[in-house]
């Protein structure tokens, strides 16, 4: 069955009208709790999961479901990602504490994963009411306006998004102009096919946090790979690294200043 991605994006977009935008800014005290140590959750997670799993599902019958809500529940969710079947993963809201403190720096993502490959993806940003689009081989686009990574500058004049103890790292500061965190993979990789950020490394892999929006920043020409220089692949397995950069000349540049300090002493 040929999946039509605006349908999808339609679909996206109408869980965030029902059930996200009513409730931002909007929580009560018991609408948001913590399912793990330091890790937000909120009743529109739980609500916007549920319309996409619906939704998608009857899109796409026979189709498994990967949501974050449900994995994080029961983690026995994982495994059809080491299946053939088409899947669908889903991250009803990325950047859930951003959501929670009234910060709208936050996304829902979607991705189609088929034969162990990210096949299609989708980051909507629903207070910029904007949503990006990638297909395997198809490109990436913004509406009708196809994305390309900026071309990248010298490493001294290179944004990039890192963890605490990389980004508090002097001797890694001192290489580029300005390092940040955006506590929202989706917004981070808006931000990566927009130019205004030239690289991102992530070491906690879930594969709603990565497999939309790094099939949208290799679509649009950038380049993705583990610090061992493999390919990424949605997975079960969490663990890892990911390092996105516009070319594979600036990934390994920016490689090689990071893996010295991550070494341990």
């Not at 290179?158 to 940040?180: D, E, H, P, V």
């Not at 997975?235 to 890892?240: D, I, N, S, T």
């Amino acid at each position: 069955m040929r999946i039509d991605p605006r349908q999808v994006a339609s679909i996206i977009r109408d869980a965030a009208e029902t059930e996200v935008l009513p409730r931002f800014r909007q929580l009560a005290a018991d609408e948001r709790w913590e399912k793990a140590k330091g890790s937000v959750v909120t009743v529109a997670d739980h609500a916007a999961e549920a319309v996409l799993a619906h939704r998608l599902g009857d899109l796409l019958p026979g189709a498994r479901i990967v949501g974050e809500e449900a994995a994080e529940a029961n983690e026995t969710v994982f495994d059809a990602l080491e299946g053939d079947d088409p899947i669908w993963v889903l991250d009803p809201i990325d950047g859930t504490a951003n959501f929670a403190d009234g910060n709208a720096a936050f996304a829902m993502m979607v991705a189609l994963v088929v034969g162990r490959r990210t096949r299609m993806g989708w980051i909507h940003d629903p207070v910029a009411d904007r949503t990006v689009i990638a297909e395997d081989g198809g490109g990436a686009w913004d509406g009708a306006r196809r994305l390309t990574v900026a071309d990248a500058p010298p490493l001294a004049a290179m944004r990039g998004s890192l963890g605490n103890r990389l980004r508090n790292n002097a001797a890694i500061a001192a290489r580029f102009a300005t390092l940040s965190r955006a506590r929202c993979c989706g917004q981070e990789y808006l931000a990566l096919d927009a130019g205004r950020l030239h690289f991102a490394l992530y070491r906690n892999l879930k594969p709603w946090d990565h497999a939309p929006g790094e099939l949208i920043h290799r679509e649009a020409g950038g380049f993705a790979a583990s610090l061992e220089e493999t390919a990424y692949a949605p997975r079960p397995a969490r663990e890892g690294t990911l390092l996105l950069a516009p070319d594979r000349d600036r990934w390994r540049n920016i490689r090689a200043v990071l893996t010295p300090e991550m070494k341990p002493a």
